[in-house]
């Protein structure tokens, strides 16, 4: 039969999940895993894209993928805090679980834009997940940028997160990686301070810069300051907003601050953007 305007069609609601399995749960820190999941089709997305994650009988939460968009033969991945009943549910799912995945949602990291600039990647805490996507892609793709800076920094040292892949990165000569503890252990020789004191140490061209920057909204305040003051723009900086959402897909305005919907628009916002926002009141 010959489709006409009047044959009546299936169309996938948005708000309802595809099913997933958890292929993989790895223990990341005391109160954070890392989920891969097993999805029935190929899952494509781009840095800094999230998804809604449902445990079944308990709700759903916004999680950023932490995966490398590159590898999708690697499973869905996601690193999840446990803060609450939904990322609790979701933290503890076992291999062989059934989760539910809405998405990739929202405007990602802007790689682009980078080519033939320096990279500053700053990063505070669990703000390393979001960003993890974004490092992939920038040292798979190395030749096309100029010097590349990661800061990070953690309360301890046991709260690193990605720790042997930090180290692993670290022996690469080609990035400049700077990690920093706000208290440090005796077993730990490294810096101490919060993360925006490495600015002021990343070899960079602030003219010439793009910088990303994820973690609590007081340390990106904290940390676009610091690379204001170093003299990068705010039109060249990129920051992540997280904020409580719902739908995930700019309908009922959970994450609205003002005219603007943090799940549609963003979580990425350049700092241009996000600046006269910020002193919006939230709703
Ligand atoms: C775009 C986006 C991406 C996100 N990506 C991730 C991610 O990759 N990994 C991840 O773990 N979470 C991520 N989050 C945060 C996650 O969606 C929330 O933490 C969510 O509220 C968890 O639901 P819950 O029911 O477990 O906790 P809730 O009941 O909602 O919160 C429990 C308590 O924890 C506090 N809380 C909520 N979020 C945080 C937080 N991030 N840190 C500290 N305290 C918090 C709340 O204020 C509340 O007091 C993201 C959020 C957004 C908007
Ligand atoms: S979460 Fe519903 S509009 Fe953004």
Do not use: K
């Given at each position: 039969m010959a489709l006409t305007a009047e044959t009546p069609r299936i169309v996938a609601d948005p708000m309802v999940p595809r099913v997933g399995r958890i292929r993989k749960r790895v223990r990341e820190l005391s109160d954070v895993w890392t989920l891969t999941v097993e999805m029935d089709e190929p899952f494509?997305?781009?840095?800094?894209?999230?998804?809604?994650?449902?445990?079944?009988?308990?709700?759903?939460a916004a999680i950023s993928i932490s995966g490398d968009p590159a590898r999708p033969g690697e499973g869905l991945i996601h690193t999840i805090r446990d803060v609450g009943p939904v990322s609790h549910a979701l933290s503890h799912l076992e291999p062989g679980?059934?989760?539910?995945v809405r998405g990739p949602y929202g405007a990602g990291w802007p790689v682009e834009v980078a080519e033939h600039c320096d990279v500053v990647i700053l990063a505070g805490g669990l703000g390393l997940a979001p960003l993890r996507p974004l490092i992939y892609e920038v040292l798979s793709g190395r030749k096309k940028y100029g010097k590349v800076a990661l800061l990070f920094g953690a309360r301890t040292p046991t709260d690193l997160l990605f720790r042997p892949e930090l180290e692993q990165w670290r022996r690469r000569l080609d990035v400049d990686i700077h990690v920093t503890v706000d208290t440090s252990t005796e077993d730990w020789y490294g810096n101490v301070g919060v993360v925006t004191t490495l600015v002021?140490?990343?070899?960079?061209?602030?003219?010439?810069?793009?910088a990303y920057v994820c973690g609590p909204e007081i340390m990106m305040r904290f940390g676009a300051a610091a690379l204001r003051d170093k003299g990068v723009p705010d039109e060249a900086m990129y920051l992540s907003m997280e904020r409580n959402m719902k739908c995930?897909?700019?309908?009922?305005g959970h994450c609205q601050i003002g005219t603007v919907f943090v799940c549609r628009d963003g979580p990425v916002f350049r700092n241009d953007k996000l600046r006269p926002l910020m002193s919006v009141k939230e709703l």
């Open positions: 494509a997305f781009a840095p800094g894209q999230f998804n809604m994650l449902t445990a079944f009988g308990v709700g759903e679980d059934y989760i539910g002021p140490r990343a070899a960079f061209d602030p003219q010439h810069t793009i995930g897909i700019g309908l009922c």
